[in-house]
């Protein structure tokens, strides 16, 4: 299956998208919007989490069972440890797989879920930021159809490690948002993951199945807007600069000192566009 392929053309792009989507009422539960996104810097990448990326790399011929034993072991390193990082506040709310994975993975863990954003603005940075050299892409999807398959599987019970297990586990992508989250990264970027409940299931197509009709057409009132955009590399400087403009930038996504690293490493992509268009000169002084 295929996710639908459009192109943006330039920053207006953007903005027409960002015009049109529902207005967010903070501070009250229709403070997230309907719409999900995920900037990708490689407009070739699929929806591929960082644990299945790692795991068959290393072995292609693994199955699902090792894979969730050596995802038990990273999980039980994860709580022998944690207490060593991060506040017992923190660690008190991290009472199920998806909150502790959820920690994990915005501290480099390899884990089965995948980073979203209710920012469109920020999905942007994300399919921007690196790989010059490559198209970026956003991948977006409305959370409703997600949502209506995944209460229609799981009849609305909260995942505990069991049901993500070989044997019990369904073909369904859940949608995961921290409540009060303690982590700022996760609020910088106005975070939220998704999970599929069997390990090596394919998010990209079960997210794309929940938008299809059913047998019976039910599904056709639904949204149906799930796509994928393509940034042209060429255009990845020129984005930049306006999200700079509007302090999307790692400064305010990554609170500490990883900012650092990431706004040096957005500058010297954007002074090499700006050298590329002949907008910089360059002196260098014995």
Request: charged share 25%; net charge neutral.
């Amino acid at each position: 299956m295929t996710w639908p392929t459009l192109h943006f053309k330039g920053w207006e792009d953007i903005l027409t998208i960002q015009k049109n989507l529902p207005e967010r009422v903070l501070g009250k539960s229709s403070d997230k919007s309907d719409y999900i996104f995920r900037g990708q810097a490689n407009a070739d990448w699929h929806l591929v989490p960082t644990l299945t990326r790692m795991l068959n790399k290393i072995n292609p011929k693994i199955d699902s069972r090792e894979a969730e034993e050596i995802e038990v072991a990273l999980l039980d390193y994860f709580v022998t440890n944690a207490h060593r990082y991060f506040s017992q506040a923190v660690l008190a709310t991290r009472d199920n797989p998806a909150a502790r994975w959820s920690l994990m993975q915005h501290h480099g863990g390899p884990t089965r879920l995948l980073d979203w954003t209710n920012n469109l603005l920020v999905a942007a940075f994300f399919a921007i930021s690196s790989h010059p050299d490559q198209d970026g892409a956003i991948w977006i999807f409305h959370a409703k159809p997600v949502n209506d398959e995944a209460r229609r599987k799981l009849h609305s019970v909260q995942a505990g490690y069991k049901m993500l297990q070989s044997g019990m586990a369904q073909s369904v992508v859940q949608i995961w948002m921290e409540n009060g989250s303690h982590v700022e990264r996760v609020i910088a970027q106005d975070g939220l993951f998704t999970l599929c409940h069997q390990i090596f299931g394919s998010q990209e197509d079960l997210i794309e199945t929940a938008f299809q009709p059913g047998s019976d057409g039910s599904r056709k009132d639904l949204p149906k807007m799930f796509c994928r955009i393509t940034i042209p590399k060429d255009l990845k400087p020129v984005f930049l600069r306006k999200l700079d403009s509007m302090d999307v930038t790692p400064k305010s996504l990554f609170p500490g000192d990883d900012g650092l690293g990431r706004s040096l490493r957005e500058l010297a992509m954007k002074l090499a566009g700006d050298l590329s268009h002949h907008r910089l000169t360059v002196f260098f002084n014995s």
